[in-house]
């Protein structure tokens, strides 16, 4: 996993599957599709805990963040089935 510190051309999508402690680890990694003027389009996702990280990354960002929430019938429990 690269949080920070690596550079690839042309990278158009970044998914955060956590959300990083620190804001500024946030901003350098959906940083990564926007190099040079270019756009892109950054996708999180924020279980419980994470959560909590939101309010200091929009601080950092000077803006709120659109989050949404999956619909209930994705919520549920999935049953584990044993070998």
């Known amino acids: 996993m690269a949080g920070r510190g690596i550079h690839i051309d042309g990278i158009s999508h970044v998914i955060n ?3 990083p ?3 500024d680890d ?3 990694r959906i940083g990564r599709t926007g190099r040079a003027g270019a756009a892109g389009v950054s996708i999180s996702f924020a279980g419980e ?3 909590y990280q939101l ?3 929009e601080t950092l960002l000077g803006r709120k963040i ?3 929430t999956p619909p209930t019938h994705l919520l549920r429990a999935v049953e584990r089935k044993r070998p």
């Open 55 to 57: 309010p200091s990354i």
């Open 26 to 28: 946030y901003v350098h």
């Open 49 to 51: 805990d994470d959560s």
């Open 21 to 23: 402690e620190v804001p």
């Open 17 to 19: 599957f956590t959300l």
């Open 66 to 68: 659109s989050c949404e």
